[in-house]
């Protein structure tokens, strides 16, 4: 099990940045692949985006494609989600999230084990 926690979150313009970190405590933090959700009011939480272990493959959702970038630090046990050219769309709380085992692209909530608090986004329009 790790424990995470994010950060980050916070109110910005529609066109701006935010970059959230997620802070893992726990077991070896680079064998566990990361995962970002987000969850708006009245909606399921979705896939946002995912990144290996190695941090080598990240797959993305569509609607952040070219506007998010999720990386990692190994030795910092930290995953960081940099978001530019945000959308009021993109108001949400997002989630970090860890999974254990498995490979490949995993995009359902049920894929992960472990979960942050989350931080909420405000994009103003």
Do not use: H
Request: glycine share 12%; proline share 2%.
């Amino acid at each position: 099990q790790v424990q995470l926690v994010e950060s980050g979150g916070g109110l910005v313009q529609a066109g701006g940045s935010l970059r959230l970190s997620c802070a893992a405590f726990g077991r070896t933090f680079s064998s566990y692949s990361m995962g970002w959700f987000r969850q708006a009011p009245g909606k399921e939480r979705g896939f946002v985006a995912q990144i290996s272990g190695s941090g080598l493959i990240t797959y993305y959702a569509d609607s952040v494609k070219g506007r998010f970038t999720i990386s990692r630090d190994n030795a910092k046990n930290t995953v960081y989600l940099q978001m530019i050219s945000l959308k009021p769309e993109d108001t949400a709380v997002y989630y970090c999230a860890a999974r254990s085992t498995g490979r490949g692209r995993a995009t359902r909530v049920e894929n992960y084990d472990d979960w942050g608090q989350g931080t909420q986004v405000t994009v103003a329009s």
